[in-house]
């Protein structure tokens, strides 16, 4: 281990390691010499899209006479109100989840609730949490349980001896890719077209149309047709006339800037028969809050019929952001039109 990691190390608590300062957190990727390898301590969210996410959990403390039931129901522990003491506690708990977590997420708590079910050995407790975010709050919703069952305990333990503790688990989470996976129950066929006038003049290799095709194939969709063609509007136009026909997703990338070459939107409009704003929103908002140019891109969305259009950016990020942007939840649409309702998805319940 070199200086700089030792110092690190016995600075901040060992080969993996997270601090505060100044309200900020600073994670570590170090190299362990005894396994040899890097170890990584958060997972990559930043491309992920912020949703409503919601999480249930449970703890059950259990009581070794009825006599301490009774003393939580009337307010006589000596230590205090346990129901209101221990509530404050989970509430304290759930805000630095990550703190305590090293894999969980900073992320703000914009909503908790902690429910008692009190039974006649025992006293059940239902913590609920929400927040807007990429991730969601499973572990924060059991780490509020938990502590919430631990308090308790600490409060009881004077009057009575065999407190336990457990059942600590998730009942239900809503709003991450389980609840809005839009996939629908029929396989979906796509085509994906390059517009570029140096890659369909072999003076340069795809790497964005490449991209497309490899997401797609994460969601289950089937792409067997590739194809490159020059930035001419007349042949643009003519490929989403074809295309459309025959496959549920047409999409191409390139040509969606405002350089003169750049004329895939305008070759597309006439096809599309109902634009899809939000789509195109969604596209620009996402890139913007990641790259201060992507508001100049010219994203297209809509349908030609059955089929979804969609005109994406030439660049590798570009196309890759997009995807990222609105798969797979833009897949639902599959649904609407088949004719499910809106409100059909469904939670993740234990």
Excluded: W
């Excluded at 305008?266 to 890139?287: D, H, M, Q, T």
Aim: glycine share 8%.
């Amino acid at each position: 281990m070199s200086l700089k990691s030792s110092v690190r190390t016995s600075l901040f608590g060992g080969v993996n390691s997270k601090y505060r300062k100044a309200g900020k957190t600073f994670l570590f990727l170090y190299f362990d010499p005894c396994q040899k390898k890097k170890t990584a301590i958060m997972v990559d969210i930043t491309h992920k899209v912020m949703t409503l996410r919601t999480a249930t959990a449970q703890a059950e403390v259990k009581a070794g006479k009825k006599e301490t039931i009774a003393a939580i129901r009337d307010q006589l522990v000596p230590k205090g109100n346990v129901l209101e003491m221990a509530r404050a506690a989970g509430l304290f708990a759930v805000k630095n989840t990550s703190l305590v977590i090293p894999d969980c997420h900073p992320l703000p708590i914009e909503y908790t609730a902690v429910d008692y079910e009190i039974g006649e050995m025992s006293v059940r407790i239902v913590f609920t949490v929400k927040t807007v975010y990429k991730t969601g709050v499973e572990v924060e919703a059991m780490h509020g349980a938990s502590v919430v069952a631990l308090t308790m305990y600490d409060m009881l333990k004077p009057i009575d001896k065999q407190i336990e503790i457990g059942h600590i688990k998730l009942l239900e989470k809503k709003g991450g890719k389980s609840s809005f996976s839009g996939l629908p129950s029929r396989p979906l066929r796509a085509v994906v077209v390059v517009c570029s006038d140096t890659i369909s003049a072999g003076e340069k290799a795809d790497n964005a149309g490449k991209i497309i095709i490899g997401k797609l194939g994460e969601f289950g969709v089937e792409v067997p047709v590739y194809d490159i063609v020059p930035d001419e509007m007349d042949v643009i136009r003519k490929k989403a006339e074809q295309y459309t026909k025959d496959y549920d997703l047409l999409i191409f990338t390139g040509g969606t800037g405002l350089s003169s070459r750049d004329v895939t939107p305008e070759a597309l409009l006439p096809v599309i028969e109902r634009r899809i704003p939000g789509v195109e929103e969604a596209i620009r908002n996402y890139g913007q809050q990641r790259m201060p140019y992507a508001m100049l891109s010219r994203s297209v969305a809509g349908m030609a019929g059955d089929c979804l259009v969609l005109a994406l950016p030439g660049s590798s990020k570009g196309a890759a952001e997009s995807v990222d942007a609105v798969f797979p939840h833009i897949l639902h649409l599959f649904k609407v039109t088949g004719g499910q309702r809106h409100d059909e998805e469904g939670s993740v319940s234990s």
